[in-house]
């Protein structure tokens, strides 16, 4: 499947086509874009990039877990080798009277070599474990630390629900791989190698006619390899897309209730669920083929030792011994084979969350400091953007050469109609993208030139879609300022006056919000912001649409808290309620991508152009 190919679903409860009632399939807003690579070989690459993570641990704990598998391995493959040597020295020696004395000591290595090999195990265990734990803790503290720094181009293009995948399914499933299947595996390829080779030492003839199905067996083995990873690969595609729909379902439940499409949603969820559980008892089915053909294999192994076994006991070539030894190891001969064949899907679908996790890890963030990048202190707050062109998606010009002179301490306004590209000012203005032609420039420096961090560190922001994260109204406002104090939060609260209505929570500033901040109104997530904001105490403040949710009397409230909060700084003022902006230093009127006027108000309105046109757009849809 290609990889950038969208792959639309629709609801199996209605017809996917238009109907003949002419209406259009509700379903079409299910696109989910597929991030998975199918048909691609095994890679051994991405295995030798996963070993990088144990490297930390490969001077104390690594070595200990290889002992310890060495261990476990020889003691587990010497006792047959006693046990044939029991029967045939102690119980039924070919000379001689059988020995009381020669089996306890037999017995008495037997238990040392069993109390050996659990000990082994068990630290194997142990300490795999905490390897393992490790290399996760690791492994999901990069890709969250990667993800953080990514730039909004990313955002843009991915539904939250794959990225969360990421983060926790694909980690998830390294997890088996690190707890235990890096080290099963060696394990199994050490003791089938052991096995075989004890088997041709001790009757070369025999246990070349016990193994002589293997290769016939990887022969058959190797086209349904192919089988299985390409069932495995399907899961994993079937599981994201299943996970994107969760995360949108859940984000926009409001939504979907508001316009009462829950059974739609649940049609749609359903059947994604059903492709899912299909896929995955498909792989599950395919990959247990794998036991049939390991057991027909091993069948056909016992016959040959059992038939070729008894002939060389009659020809006395072999002791008892010698073949009950050789029945003990060819039964775990085949062991080994076929937990290796299981490990083998586990270890395609480790590769393929691997090779998914090391996409988002090499990732580059489209914005990134530069090498010589220099720190920002204390600026002015003077802003220039110099012949900007910018465009979200290729030929899709969203600014179209804007040029804009914005002195210290000035407010600036922008206006216009929707998607005329006040919020990409904004956008490119605190660095979330890079223009394509032109630069912006904070006191006479381009802003690519500096460190983001001292950057945004200068530029407070405030939007209309408020983030509240779950902690206390508190914590929330800190966000602001991590080292403000208790005192300092209380006073920035009242100078926005979100002050009354925290005071009248039940917990006041110690009240729980939770993420997204839904017990509190749109109003107040909003005072919360502006709090944030004038606690940052930023140069440069940014209001986008920050006044539209809340009501004309707290609107005049806070019109006087705005005027501390922006006073003696460059203000940026994004607002379709005009009379929000109507004292602005400086309103700049923007259409399609230009600056089509600026000034005013008063100028703006003797100009009778656009802002003109809206102005009394809204007194007549307010008059109305
Ligand atoms: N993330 C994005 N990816 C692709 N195109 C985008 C993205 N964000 C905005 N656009 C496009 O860029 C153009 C300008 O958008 P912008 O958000 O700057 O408009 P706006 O004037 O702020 O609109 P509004 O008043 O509705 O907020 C629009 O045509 C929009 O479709």
């Known amino acids: 499947m290609n990889k950038q190919e969208p792959v639309q679903y629709s609801n199996p409860q209605q017809d996917t086509s238009s109907s003949a009632s002419g209406k259009k399939d509700t379903t079409e807003r299910f696109v989910y874009q597929d991030d998975e690579v199918m048909e691609k070989p095994f890679d051994w690459s991405q295995l030798k990039r996963l070993g990088v993570y144990l490297k930390p641990y490969s001077k104390q704990l690594l070595p200990i877990v290889i002992l310890m598998m060495v261990l476990g391995t020889i003691t587990r493959l010497a006792i047959p080798f006693i046990i044939s040597q029991a029967i045939d020295k102690a119980i039924a020696p070919a000379a001689g009277d059988p020995s009381v004395r020669l089996l306890l000591i037999y017995a008495g290595v037997m238990l040392v070599l069993y109390l050996i090999q659990w000990g082994a195990n068990t630290f194997r265990i142990r300490y795999t474990n905490i390897i393992g734990q490790r290399v996760i803790y690791d492994i999901r503290h990069d890709i969250f630390k990667h993800i953080q720094k990514l730039s909004f181009n990313f955002f843009d ?150 038939f070729y076994g008894a002939h060389l006991i009659q020809s006395t070539e072999i002791t008892v011994g010698l073949f009950v030894a050789f029945a003990s190891y060819v039964g775990n001969f085949w062991e080994p084979i076929n937990r290796l064949g299981q490990m083998y899907s586990q270890l395609l679908v480790a590769m393929a969350s691997s090779e998914r996790i090391f996409e988002f890890i090499d990732m580059k963030p489209i914005v990134d400091d530069k090498e010589q990048a220099e720190n920002l202190d204390n600026i002015e707050g003077n802003i220039r953007f110099d012949n900007i062109v910018f465009e979200y998606e290729k030929g899709r010009p969203a600014l179209k050469g804007i040029s804009l002179d914005v002195h210290a301490g000035q407010s600036i306004a922008f206006v216009g109609h929707t998607g005329s590209g006040k919020s990409t000012m904004i956008n490119l203005l605190c660095r979330f993208y890079d223009p394509v032609e032109g630069r912006v420039l904070i006191d006479g420096k381009d802003i690519r030139d500096i460190h983001l961090q001292s950057l945004r560190s200068q530029i407070g922001i405030v939007l209309q879609d408020t983030f509240i994260f779950s902690g206390t109204i508190r914590d929330n406002i800190r966000f602001g300022r991590l080292d403000a104090t208790d005192e300092e939060v209380e006073i920035a609260a009242k100078a926005v006056n979100a002050h009354e209505f925290i005071a009248g929570l039940p917990d006041g500033y110690e009240t729980e919000v939770q993420e997204r901040g839904s017990v509190l109104s749109m109003g107040q997530r909003q005072l919360i912001s502006f709090a944030r904001a004038l606690l940052a105490d930023p140069r440069v403040l940014i209001l986008d649409e920050a006044t539209a949710s809340i009501d004309t009397e707290t609107e005049l409230k806070i019109q006087e808290a705005l005027k501390t909060l922006l006073f003696g700084r460059t203000s940026f003022i994004i607002a379709h309620r005009l009379s929000t902006i109507r004292h602005a230093d400086n309103i700049v009127v923007m259409d399609h991508g230009r600056i089509m006027e600026q000034g005013n108000h008063d100028e703006l309105m003797r100009h009778g152009g656009i802002y003109r046109g809206l102005i009394d757009a809204q007194f007549r849809f307010l008059s109305a």
């Not at 399907?234 to 009462?260: M, P, W, Y």
């Open 157 to 306: 293009k991915r539904p939250a629900g794959s990225v969360l995948v990421r983060v926790t399914n694909d980690v998830n499933s390294l997890q088996d791989l690190f707890t235990n299947g890096v080290v099963n595996v060696l394990i199994d390829c050490v003791q089938l190698v052991g096995i075989m080779i004890i088997l041709l030492s001790l009757n070369f003839k025999l246990g070349l006619a016990v193994m002589i199905t293997v290769p016939l067996m990887f022969l058959v083995s190797t086209s349904l390899r192919k089988k299985i990873r390409r069932a495995w690969q399907d899961v994993r595609t079937k599981q994201s897309r299943l996970n994107a729909h969760l995360s949108e379902s859940i984000q926009g439940i409001r939504v979907t209730q508001a316009f009462t499409q829950e059974k739609e949603n649940i049609g749609f969820f359903d059947k994604m669920n059903t492709e899912n559980r299909q896929s995955w008892n498909y792989a599950s089915m395919t990959n247990q083929s794998f036991g049939p053909i390991i057991e027909v294999t091993g069948a056909i192994g016992a016959f040959i030792l059992f």
